[in-house]
């Protein structure tokens, strides 16, 4: 197997791919999870007959459309660097016009009005493009992975 190397994770913004909870397939996880429950009891087989008790399960057809779409969209997430994430994402384009590899390099980056919707969704940005800054984003990389390893998810951190 090929070794992804850790730095190659690390978005524009500074968030690190591996620690997002779609990259580690929690959504896919969780939908797969719950359509093998459906099935191990065979539900999924006599919906419109359990829609007698309750009525809302005659649209089990538009739930499992539904989650078919969030798998596709959220089952498989290359990384930021690979066009994953918002396909329209400002900080990705605003970073690859300016040339630099992460909003680290930029002096606007604590006011940044493109930044701020992360910021708020993880409180550690900041210190994360602290720390790309004054380590390098190698170290910042591999630290953060040794913590992924560890079971760290963005998911437990964000509001
Ligand atoms: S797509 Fe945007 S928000 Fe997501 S990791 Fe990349 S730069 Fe950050
Ligand atoms: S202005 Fe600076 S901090 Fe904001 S997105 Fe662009 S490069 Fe990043």
Not at 18 to 43: M, V, W
Not at 128 to 156: F, H, M, P, W
Request: net charge negative; proline share 3%.
């Amino acid at each position: 197997m090929v070794e992804t190397d850790p730095a190659s994770l690390v978005g524009y913004c500074g968030l690190y791919c591996n620690a997002c909870g779609i990259r580690q397939e929690k959504i896919k996880t969780a939908a797969n999870n719950l359509r093998d429950i459906i099935a191990h009891y065979g539900f999924d087989k006599i919906m419109p007959e359990l829609a007698k008790w309750e009525a809302s399960l005659e649209h089990y057809n538009e739930f499992n459309q539904f989650v078919d779409g969030l798998v596709k969209m959220f089952g498989d997430c290359p990384g930021c660097l690979q066009s994953g994430g918002d396909p329209d994402c400002k900080v990705r384009s605003c970073t690859k016009q300016k040339g630099y590899r992460t909003c680290a390099e930029c002096s606007e980056s604590e006011t940044c009005e493109s930044l701020a919707p992360y910021r708020k969704g993880y409180e550690g940005l900041t210190q994360a493009l602290q720390d790309i800054k004054q380590n390098g984003i190698e170290r910042y990389a591999q630290e953060t992975q040794k913590k992924v390893d560890k079971g760290y998810s963005y998911l437990k951190e964000s509001k």
